[in-house]
């Protein structure tokens, strides 16, 4: 298929065609495509964890909508199409138009298969395949299509890395962590740590924990 940019990739992306397995993006002209599998703990069950712990909180206080796997963000301005592992999209955001959700073609009431548009919090979480894509070009194509905030997790290694990122001047920068390894985010309106243990059977286990700002 030629695909000569964007709008290309999004008919391909949206269609039949498009493969039904791995994680294809598009980024400033480039389609980066991972086929890997996804680890079961250290990618799998961490974006579980998150989804739970950050569903409950949109929904209970009516903030947006939450999604995850598969679900696909264009931003024209940042040619870019990516489908990050964590993406919130808020009731201002679709309200004001800022987010806009693509109906499926053909498809019948409430069908959408992208959203289009900065959403207002996207999380990736690092894999052996990604690593550069998502400490690099990934937070950059992010910043420049005007993502608020930028969450980036590597859990592969004996240092677990979670880091809450805020819109600088011209790149993302890292919030501050509080004495008890909290950091705010402003999307969210809550503070997040993330920590790792064992269960009894050996099994790695995360908890991401939650408090209102102080």
Not at 92 to 103: A, C, D, F, Q, Y
Not at 162 to 167: K, N, T
Not at 185 to 204: E, F, H, M
Request: with cysteine.
């Amino acid at each position: 298929m030629d695909l000569r940019c964007l709008a290309d990739f999004r008919r391909w992306a949206t269609s039949d065609g498009f493969p039904e397995r791995g994680r294809i993006d598009y980024i400033a002209g480039r389609i980066d495509v991972d086929m890997s599998p996804e680890d079961l703990h250290t990618h799998g069950k961490l974006k579980t964890e998150l989804v739970g712990v950050l569903w409950q909180r949109v929904k209970q206080a009516g903030l947006g909508e939450l999604y995850t796997d598969r679900a696909r963000v264009s931003c024209p301005e940042a040619d870019l199409s990516s489908e990050p592992d964590v993406v919130f999209v808020s009731e201002s955001s679709l309200n004001s138009g800022r987010v806009r959700l693509v109906p499926k073609t053909g498809g019948g009431a409430d069908r959408y298969v992208e959203l289009e548009g900065p959403p207002d919090l996207i999380v990736e979480i690092v894999s052996d395949a990604s690593v550069r894509k998502d400490t690099e070009r990934l937070p950059a194509a992010y910043y420049r299509a005007g993502v608020t905030e930028f969450w980036l997790i590597d859990a592969r290694g004996d240092d677990l890395l979670f880091r809450i990122h805020y819109r600088g001047p011209s790149q993302y920068e890292p919030a501050t962590t509080d004495a008890e390894g909290y950091q705010y985010s402003t999307v969210l309106d809550r503070r997040y740590r993330l920590d790792r243990s064992r269960n009894a059977k050996g099994r790695i286990v995360f908890d991401l924990r939650e408090r209102e700002r102080e």
